[in-house]
């Protein structure tokens, strides 16, 4: 008995480690994957911030999570932070480099950094996004934007960094065998770069028609299209409805004052557009506050209101100091006083 009551006693507690050490294990992960879902759930409902510090808390303990690192990829990006961006994607596809979207999503944050830098060092970076999106293509033959990215990048790059107009054309053709609403819209990119004006429209007609997205994105593309061919009353009467119908849209609001100043007319109204703008925060890739103070800005030019167009341009500058725009349109009116 001497000897047998302690070995009896180290065995339970023995067992009590090891079912206390499961416990903690399955706790831990339980923990990982309601944290994964926070991010998920804050990602969803557009509040990038606070998802951000969430998966960046999450990664930091779990670093080869590959869904959190994509996550995060996905963050960076809205957030405009392009370096961040690649480097959580890069480590997502190297950590499952069979998820479609997570090529798709790195290719997105190549092709926005590519607008940085030098032209040699754009061509670098633009032809890794097109890789990245074939990549996409072939883990996932129906992922319509990953086709849609490429047919526009095939026609707007030039040869030597990958473009090509038949390869664009092909892409088109199997999208509109997979989305007719995508498909629409890919032959609208193709005939535009074409510059047959009259084939283009008819797609974009076709993409409104077929478009139930809450995006609106067939209509978006119609109106901005028509303001590229100074059909600007056309465009004010599309974003018109857009915005009468759905009152949250405050984009078609923004586009009606652009589609005014562009055509030089119904400055009032213009100012009027986008001062109610300017009493909601925009969502994300909507048209920032600052894009907003430089239209008005524009506004207040046109009309002769030089003080006014001042205040408005330097508050642009102020809330977004790296656009080169907003500082030239002021400088440009500084030479007017």
């Known amino acids: 008995m001497s000897t047998y009551l302690p070995q009896t006693r180290f065995k339970n507690l023995a067992l009590v480690l090891f079912i206390s050490a499961g416990l903690l294990f399955v ?20 509040e990038y911030e606070q998802a951000k510090e969430v998966l960046l808390e999450m990664v930091e303990k779990e670093p080869e999570n590959a869904e959190a690192n994509f996550l995060l990829c996905k963050v960076f990006l809205i957030l405009d932070d392009h370096d961040k961006s690649i480097k959580y994607g890069k480590k997502a596809v190297k950590l499952d480099a069979s998820v479609s979207d997570y090529h798709l999503w790195l290719g997105r944050a190549h092709a926005t950094q590519a607008q940085k830098g030098s032209k040699l060092k754009a061509i670098f970076r633009a032809r890794r996004a097109k890789k990245e999106w074939e990549k996409a293509v072939f883990l996932d033959s129906i992922n319509v934007n990953a ?17 090509d107009k038949k390869k664009a054309k092909k892409q088109a053709e199997i999208i509109q065998g997979i989305d007719s609403l995508f498909g629409a819209i890919a032959w609208s990119f193709y005939w535009q770069n074409k510059k047959n004006t009259v084939k283009t429209e008819s797609y974009l007609k076709e993409a409104v028609r077929l478009d139930t997205t809450s995006d609106h994105i067939g209509t978006y593309l119609w109106g ?32 009606v004052g652009r589609a005014y100043v562009l055509a030089e007319d119904s400055l009032d109204k213009a100012e009027k557009c986008f001062k109610r703008y300017l009493q909601v925060e925009p969502k994300r890739n909507a048209p920032s ?43 440009k009116v500084k030479k007017k006083k």
């Open 224 to 255: 901005i299209f028509l303001q590229g061919q100074k059909r600007y009353h056309q465009a004010v009467e599309v974003f018109e409805e857009l915005f009468r119908k759905h009152p949250d849209e405050m984009v078609a609001l923004y586009q």
């Open 289 to 331: 506050w600052a894009a907003a103070h430089w239209r008005l800005g524009m506004v207040y030019d046109l009309q002769g209101k030089r003080d006014l167009a001042m205040a408005e341009l330097e508050e642009a500058v102020r809330l977004d100091p790296k656009s080169k725009e907003f500082k030239q349109t002021l400088k």
């Open 147 to 163: 086709r849609l990215y490429l047919v526009q990048y095939l026609l707007m790059a030039p040869g030597i960094a990958g473009g």
């Open 27 to 46: 706790r831990t992960i339980q923990s990982e994957n309601l944290n994964l879902e926070k991010g998920k759930r804050l990602v969803e409902q557009e």
